[in-house]
């Protein structure tokens, strides 16, 4: 038995021996057909023809190649891969690469299955480019390869059956012409794993060079992380596109964004990102027309969007609305949402901010700093017309706390401002609840205000405001705002100091011309300064100012009412023409002398009582109180009319306990000369005067002129005995000649009858 052990050893050994011979004769007999069988089944003669025809059903377009080899560890090597574009493309070549390599799966060669695990694209270069309908060549030519997957026999499938696909060191060229868009890209990589037309697979893309973007030249890097979902390129709802990670750098500014879109032909999608700093010279840098002083604090973007059809049953979107686009740059934010109509681009929006700071608004705009702007606003702007050509339809703002400084002087202080206004600013409405406006050293404070943009009307409801002290209530009109072509004003005052109200008005004449660059001429006579003071062209006007109380150290009055109606009121006035009346009392005048000396117009109205005052006290033998100090009347009421700047006093009458008094005449403004007469009388009988200076009853009464110089009139007495009823005739007559003043009412509210 011990002798049979060898035997058995050697039998084991040769039959191992024996296998192992067998088998690698197998294998090098395998090797050797399988070689054989490559050479025959994929020579270049035989994939060249087969390459061009399977890429051409890939692209459907004209394909053009170099070569094509076969190497076992690297697998199809194709060189000089040109794809024509379609006819009439701006650019001949739609891709072509300097390598394409394409490696199978040599197991699934064996047995009669071409599978790829890999295709790579060397150097490419691509050129899309968007056409007149819109449609992007790339999209087109998916859409026309669209189910063209079957085929016979061993023969090299589409691209996009591999699980693989790199692009490296592509060049890619995006062109559209609608939009103003030419960019070269290059640096391009673009790599897919486990590609899928029926599930999700990743993609990344990659490219840093230079592009060329609106005529300038830009140093780009970009990086994208994305999942795609193609549906097999099916009108599907699970078609879709995940952007993980989105990372662009412009010239060293980095921009990120995150989002996915679902259903690619009804899209709905979401996305938010962040942008960094930019300021006037980043925009131009980047092709944006923007003007020196503007910049954009760094921020965040959110945007949601969802896509209606135009049925149940279709796909075709019927319009697109913005859900919320949400925009946040430093202590700024907007708030936007709307809609746009796929077929005919219609849209409407609204975008709104709430609570910004003014004052921090020289951020953003960096000549707004030198107007001291502070407060806070609340805006909504609505929108409307084509995505081409986008029109604002509404817009408001709400400002609390307002101040802006304007040029030389002028400014709000501490307002609460709203505006709302539409198509423009054709028709707006503000209101303006407090607050103050200086100019020209004068304060506008207590504001409470309303103005209305009505069509080419200015509408102004309500203006109430306490200016030099005085409570100021005026209703208003501008018709033909643009021309200033008339004014309407109803305004009524609590009470009016004089003095004060002169020296605010000569400030602000002389301020106007110094901000016109004019010198104001020092001692000039009242009269010219009134005429010169008057711009070139004044519009006309129409209105009414009440006055409760008139107040000044030597003069006070109560119930002063002056109405008006002029046209053609410009420089010198020689063109002016129109009614206007006057009225006011009771009151009471001291210090007379002093009163003439200060205000000229007062004292033309003066001189008759003050030289009747001589007369009677002459007659008195009281030399001491020849002239008057004091006088209390009790009104004084005028009615004026105007043409070619000449106006004609239809009458004034005087009323007072110890005077009364009627004139009528005329006073030629450009050439500043008066020609009045008046008829006045003393109420109590007077003793020791001539017969022609007294009335039957006894009363002294003259009929004196007034004449020559309008700034100095010189007192002619005419010497006519005059009646006891001739100041009440006179006035009787007066009266005749008046005639009524517009319809005040109608006037201010823009009525075209007004």
């Known amino acids: 038995m011990a002798s049979q052990k060898p035997s058995w050893g050697r039998a084991i050994g040769r039959f191992l021996g024996r296998s192992l011979a067998a088998a690698f004769v197998a294998a090098a007999l395998l090797a050797a057909g399988g070689a054989f069988w490559l050479q025959r089944n994929l020579s270049p003669e035989r994939l060249r023809p087969m390459i061009v025809n399977q890429l051409e059903r890939t692209f459907q377009r004209r394909i053009d190649i170099q070569s094509v080899s076969v190497a076992l560890h690297q697998g199809v090597r194709v060189t000089g891969l040109v794809v024509y574009s379609q006819p009439g493309a701006p650019q001949p070549v739609f891709l072509s690469a300097e390598v394409m390599i394409v490696k199978y799966s040599l197991p699934a060669l064996l047995q009669g299955r071409f599978v790829l695990s890999l295709v790579r694209l060397v150097n490419p270069r691509v050129a ?30 589409p691209l996009s059956a591999a699980d693989e696909i790199r692009l490296e060191d592509g060049v890619v060229r995006l062109v559209d012409k609608a939009h103003g868009l030419d960019t070269t890209l290059g640096g391009v990589f673009f790599s ?38 193609l549906a097999a390129l099916r009108a599907d709802e699970r078609t879709g596109l995940a952007v993980r990670r989105l990372k662009a750098e412009v010239d060293g500014r980095v921009f990120e964004a995150t989002g996915r879109v679902r259903n690619l032909l009804l899209p709905d999608f979401d996305a938010k990102g962040s942008f ?7 925009l131009r840098e980047l092709g944006f027309a923007a003007s020196d002083g503007w910049a954009m604090p760094a921020g965040t973007w959110d945007l949601r969007v969802r896509t209606t059809p135009v049925s149940t049953s279709s796909p075709t979107p019927a319009a697109y609305f913005v859900d919320g686009l949400t925009l946040s740059a430093g202590p700024w934010k907007l708030e936007a949402s709307g809609r746009l109509g796929a077929a005919d681009r219609r849209l409407s929006g609204t975008v709104r901010t709430t609570a910004a700071p003014l004052e921090r608004a020289g951020e953003l705009y960096a000549p707004w700093s030198e ?3 502070t407060g806070s606003l609340d805006a909504v702007v609505s929108l409307g017309g084509t995505s081409d050509a986008p029109k604002t339809t509404q817009w408001s703002l709400d400002m609390k706390g307002f101040a802006f400084k304007f040029w030389n002087g002028k400014r709000f202080s501490d307002s609460d401002i709203t505006i709302r206004a539409q198509e423009g600013f054709k028709n707006a409405a503000i209101r303006v609840s407090r607050g103050s406006y200086i100019a020209y050293s004068n304060v506008l404070s207590e504001l409470d205000a309303e103005v209305r943009f009505s069509g080419a009307d200015l509408v102004v409801p309500r203006l109430n405001l306490t200016w030099n002290g005085s409570r100021v209530k005026l209703k208003g009109c501008v018709r033909e705002v643009k021309t200033w ?7 009524e005052v609590d009470r009016l100091r004089v003095d004060e109200t002169y020296t605010a008005v000569e400030n602000l004449i002389a301020q106007r011309m110094a901000e016109l660059g004019r010198t104001p001429q020092k001692d ?71 009163l003439q000396k200060a205000h000229p117009l007062v004292n033309v109205l003066l001189i008759p009582y003050v030289e009747m005052h001589k007369i009677r006290q002459k ?69 020791n005067l001539p017969y022609s200076m007294v009335d039957d009853q006894g009363r002294l009464a003259l009929d004196v002129s007034l004449v020559k110089d309008l700034n100095k009139p010189e007192v002619v007495f005419r010497g006519r005995k005059v009646g006891s009823r001739d100041i009440e005739k006179g006035l009787d007559e007066g009266l005749k000649r008046t005639r009524p003043m517009p319809d005040l009412a109608e006037a201010v509210a823009c009525g075209r009858g007004g």
């Not at 060549?137 to 859409?143: A, P, V």
């Not at 697979?201 to 992380?225: I, M, N, Q, V, Y």
């Not at 009134?530 to 062209?537: D, G, Y």
């Not at 009319?641 to 006073?667: K, L």
Request: proline share 5%; aromatic share 8%.
């Open 276 to 282: 960094p700093a930019l300021t006037s010279a980043d």
């Open 371 to 373: 107007h001291d702007l």
């Open 619 to 687: 007659s008195r033998g009281s030399f001491e109180t020849a002239v008057p100090t004091t006088l209390d009347f009790t009104r004084m009421f005028g009615d004026f009319s105007a043409g070619a700047g000449v106006v004609g006093v239809n009458f004034i009458h005087f009323d007072s306990q110890p005077f009364q008094a009627y004139t009528a005449g005329t006073a030629d403004f450009p050439k500043e000369t008066v020609d009045l007469n008046v008829i006045m009388r003393m109420t109590e009988s007077a003793q």
């Open 128 to 157: 899309l480019y968007r056409k007149a309908d819109g449609l992007w060549n790339l999209e087109e030519m998916l859409l026309s390869s669209r189910g063209a997957r079957e085929g016979t026999g061993l023969s090299l499938p």
């Open 524 to 594: 000039r006579p009242w009269a010219s300064t009134l005429r010169l003071a008057i711009p070139e062209r004044f519009p006309d006007m129409i209105g009414r100012l009440r006055v409760s109380e008139i107040a000044s150290p030597n003069f006070r009055a109560q119930n002063l009412d002056l109405s008006w109606s002029l046209q053609g009121i410009a420089r010198e006035l020689k063109t002016v023409n129109g009614h206007f009346q006057a009225g006011f009392g009771p009151g009471n005048l001291r210090n007379i002398s002093e």
């Open 485 to 491: 072509g008339r004014v309407a004003v109803d305004a």
């Open 192 to 229: 897919v794993d486990d590609f899928s037309l029926d599930k999700p697979f990743p993609c990344r893309l990659k490219l840093a060079g230079k592009g060329t973007f609106r005529g300038k030249s830009h140093a780009l890097r970009l990086e994208a992380d994305l999942e795609l979902m």
